[in-house]
């Protein structure tokens, strides 16, 4: 008798999940010459610009869930587009500031728009952005993502090989 789940894993849901909304946001983002990972960076600096800061690499890959290293690489390229301006913290050299220009804000307001209008529709099943299942869900996913990642022995792997 096999230990196989029934059907989908939750594992597996979430897999296939974030890999739907990540083709669906390329998708969508790419007319603006912008990827869901250039997304999150230019989202999160106009949220955090509007709320008076002006992240290091280092709080917005913290904000955002990305490595600093490939935070980095996104600012460079996202400098290079002159959408975003980078500068050495003068409290702290080794830090770099991350601020938008007007082209950045201008994008990012834009890219806001069309990022909005998708999720409301992939969210259409728990009735869009502002639906009574969206709140349940934003809460069950906050708490995934609240939840450590739990150490795993090397004998744990080897024996579900």
Sequence with gaps: ?????????????????????????DRALGPLGL????????????????????PSQRALADHTGLEALYVSKLARSLEAAGLVERA????DTRAVRL????????????????VRELVDGLLTPLGGLDGPGTEAFTQTLTALLDVPVPAVSASSTEESS
Aim: proline share 6%.
């Design 1 to 25: 008798m096999s230990n196989a789940p029934e059907g989908p894993t939750p594992g597996f849901l979430v897999w296939r999940l974030s890999m739907k909304w990540r083709v669906a946001m």
């Design 35 to 54: 990827t869901h990972a250039q997304y999150s960076v230019l989202g999160s600096l106009l949220g955090m610009q509007r709320s008076g800061l002006r």
């Design 88 to 91: 050495t913290d003068p409290a």
């Design 99 to 114: 601020s938008l220009t007007d082209e950045g804000l201008a994008v990012a307001g834009r890219a806001v728009d069309v």
